[in-house]
Every structure is written in structure tokens, then in C-alpha cells.
Nanobody
């Protein structure tokens, strides 16, 4: 059994910062790419940022220069540092990871349960 658990969401004023964390646990053999997505009310889920197993990163244009994705392979954890937050960043943020479990040696895309980020004064 593999699961992803996010933390770090909350309410923040415009211009503020938050750091999201997502830890993978369970019978993990290997983790490939990890990433963050978000879904605002009434909108489709959108990709925010991704990090490969070698640490290469990519960010959506809407968050470039404000958000930074990183990972700690020793902890099976991916982070999203969010600075200069705007009201339009309000959404549920989900982490995702490509994981091979010890039992099923094939790549499966796992999702976390989501964490709410609200940017409001």
C-alpha cells in the first residue's frame, strides 16, 4: 500500500508565503517524477510544477518566479514553496508521484488527498 499525504495549506494574506509538503509512504520501491497540481472552484485541475528523479524542475508560467518545487529523496517528500501569493492562487493543491511499489513493480501515478490554500485579506 502506497499513500501520499500533503500538509502545509491554510489561509494567508496576499503577498504572503506558504510551504506545502507531500510525503510518500508505504511499500515503495522507487519514485520517479513528483509534482503539484491545483484545482480552483469551478475550474479544471491544472498542473503547477514538477520535479524529476534527478532534481530537474519545471513550473507553470502562472507561478514561475513565485513558486519553487523541490524534493528530498531520502524522505520521499516533495515540497512547494509559494511566495508572493495572490488571490487567484486560491485552490485545493494536490501532489502526485510516479511510484513503483515493492509488490507491483510497475509505475503507478498516485495522488494525495489535497490541501486547501486560501489567499485572502
Amino acid at each position: 500500500q502506497v499513500q501520499l499525504v500533503e500538509s502545509g495549506g491554510g489561509l494567508v494574506q496576499p503577498g504572503g508565503s506558504l510551504r506545502l509538503s507531500c510525503a510518500a509512504s508505504g511499500s515503495i520501491f522507487s519514485i520517479n517524477a513528483m509534482g503539484w497540481y491545483r484545482q480552483a472552484p469551478g475550474k479544471q485541475r491544472e498542473w503547477v510544477a514538477g520535479v524529476s528523479s534527478d532534481g530537474s524542475t519545471n513550473h507553470a508560467d502562472s507561478v514561475k518566479g513565485r513558486f519553487t518545487i523541490s524534493r528530498d529523496n531520502a524522505k520521499n517528500t516533495v515540497y512547494l514553496q509559494m511566495n508572493s501569493l495572490k488571490p487567484e492562487d486560491t485552490a485545493i493543491y494536490y501532489c502526485s508521484a510516479q511510484i513503483q511499489s515493492i509488490v507491483a513493480r510497475r509505475w503507478i501515478n498516485y495522488w494525495g488527498q489535497g490541501t486547501q490554500v486560501t489567499v485572502s485579506s
